[in-house]
């Protein structure tokens, strides 16, 4: 059966955009691998500058309450492999059968960067995000006492709800210096990462950043000589820049780790070698838009590092230069459910207009303003220059359609 | 750093067999890929591609550009060969 649209991901941008179309009249099949729909929200549980908790199961319930409401179409647990386009019309695969649709929106999410470390492949060694999945969508705990290798915001708020879900962590540390790891592996450049996350928590790692920020590199390497190699705690999780886990070891499962100190240069310092005992490790290498689906589409691709890395070419409403090919959500940048959310709602609009059945620009530049809002509003930013990110995206969209209609 | 660290997962391929492969040859991801299997296995390269991209840009110097390196090919998830007409 021929749908008006389809789209890809059941997350808080594929639902916004189905919700949005819906209310206009277009006739929609949301498709997700996952058995329940809501994306990466059904992982979320922070607490806002205003004591607010952010509840994505509850977010997640609510997306799907209107979902219902709306009379949308639903496919879980159904894999898209491949899409392509048939006499203007687009075919989806999955394994549950081929779908067809007029427009196609793609809200696949993001996917995790690892980091290879000695050991990494022993079972009870897993991503953040899976370890996020494991407690808080299943509710079963990654393990009792583990360590964390990665620090950013992810890990930061991952550490956290774990946490709260009574899992006992030994902290939060580096991963070794190797070609791999530039940039996430030496303490300075991770401190310097950090100090734009001050508002995340009234802690005193972060108020002590936030003191720092803008100060001169001397000042900065002077703090961080002075920064103890115990770490700082945060929620009562140690922050531990200046130690490194060099390997991970155990017999057929993980059973501890080696760490050492790092002095604010970077180096081991002598004699610091210790082994300390773990049952789990969380290796926390941060997000990239997974693209995979919009790669086999045809739709060209911008390297922009400050929105996760490849991102598929889009205007700033959601459209791409395939034509009937729209993006949403982490899809198009690493950004926060909230954003995402708005950009879902922004592609349904969009689409809305594509097929004809909505004629009002009004409201579209309305949808246009409240991803800016919601974007200054975030609290959680996965990068501190997203802002520019997005207009180098709008820019390159821009060429790239004068460029069609000179026909170039 | 420990040469014999795994690096593609699914192939088993170690960081020393992609870097003396580039080293070697002074190629592409997409010929390490070929040489060496990485990012060929199961979850076709999703953990390992921004690493082989890495060394590359790194040994090769293959500077990260707007086209992915590591060309998405249809199927990108695993299907069992029924799905694409076999019995
Ligand atoms: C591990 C992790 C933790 C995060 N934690 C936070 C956090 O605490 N706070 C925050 O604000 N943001 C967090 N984020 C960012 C998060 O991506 C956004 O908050 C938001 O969920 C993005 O929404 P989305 O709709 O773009 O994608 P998602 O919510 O990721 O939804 C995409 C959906 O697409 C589906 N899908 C993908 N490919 C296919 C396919 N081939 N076939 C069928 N279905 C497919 C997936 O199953 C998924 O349900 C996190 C992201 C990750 C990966």
């Not at chain 1, 990462?193 to 803008?214: E, N, R, V, Y």
């Not at chain 2, 790194?58 to 086209?67: F, L």
Request: with cysteine; aromatic share 6%; hydrophobic share 40%.
């Amino acid at each position: 059966m021929m749908k008006d649209c389809l789209i890809i991901g059941a997350g808080p941008a594929g639902l916004s955009a189905a919700i949005s179309a819906a209310q206009n009249g277009v006739d929609v099949t949301v498709i997700d691998e996952f058995m329940k729909p809501g994306g990466r929200l059904l992982g979320q549980l922070h607490e806002e500058p205003d004591h607010v908790w952010w509840n994505g199961i509850e977010e997640a319930q609510k997306l799907f309450d209107e979902v219902l409401n709306q009379s949308i179409d639903l496919k879980l647990g159904t894999s898209v492999y491949h899409i392509e386009k048939a006499n203007d019309n687009w075919l989806v695969h999955t394994n549950e059968g081929i779908y067809r649709g007029k427009t196609l929106l793609v809200a696949a999410g993001a996917a995790e960067r690892s980091i290879p470390i000695p050991g990494w492949t022993l079972p009870g060694v897993m991503s953040i995000g899976a370890a996020q999945v494991m407690t808080n969508v299943h509710q079963v705990k990654p393990g009792h006492n583990g360590i964390v290798i990665g620090i950013n915001v992810l890990s930061l708020a991952i550490a956290r709800e774990l946490q709260l879900a009574g899992v006992h962590l030994q902290g939060i540390v580096l991963p070794p210096e190797h070609l791999l790891t530039k940039g996430v592996s030496h303490p300075m450049d991770v401190f310097q990462s950090l100090l734009h996350l001050t508002h995340l928590a009234p802690s005193p790692l972060l108020k002590w950043g936030g003191l720092l920020a803008g100060k001169s590199a001397f000042i900065q390497r002077l703090s961080l000589q002075m920064y103890p190699k115990n770490g700082f705690k945060l929620w009562n999780i140690s922050v531990q820049m200046k130690r490194v886990v060099t390997e991970i070891v155990g017999h057929e499962q993980v059973q501890g780790v080696k760490t050492a100190d790092l002095t604010a240069s970077g180096d081991i310092v002598p004699g610091s070698e210790r082994t300390i005992p773990v049952d789990f490790v969380c290796i926390a290498g941060g997000l990239y838009p997974l693209v995979e689906l919009v790669g086999v589409a045809g739709c060209p691709f911008k390297y922009i590092p400050s929105l996760g890395g490849h991102v598929p070419i889009h205007d700033e409403r959601m459209k791409t230069p395939v034509d009937g090919l729209f993006v949403a959500g982490n899809i198009t940048g690493i950004e926060s459910a909230k954003v995402a959310k708005a950009q879902g709602h922004l592609a349904g609009l969009s689409i809305s207009e594509a097929l004809g059945k909505l004629t009002e620009n009004a409201e579209i530049k309305r949808a246009i303003e409240h991803i800016e809002k919601t974007r200054e509003k975030a609290l959680i930013q996965f990068h501190p220059d997203i802002k520019k990110g997005r207009k180098h995206m709008e820019t390159i969209a821009a060429d790239f359609q004068k460029k069609e209609v000179s026909g170039q | 750093m420990r040469e014999d660290m795994i690096i593609c997962r699914c192939e088993e391929v170690t960081y020393k067999d992609i870097y003396q492969t580039v080293e070697h040859h002074q190629c592409s991801s997409r010929e390490t890929k070929l040489r060496t299997r990485a990012g060929m296995g199961y979850c076709g390269g999703r953990t390992c591609r921004t690493f082989v991209d890495q060394i590359v840009a790194e040994v090769y110097g293959e500077p990260s550009g707007d086209a992915i390196p590591l060309k998405y090919r249809p199927p990108v998830r695993p299907i069992p060969f029924k799905t694409m007409g076999g019995k």
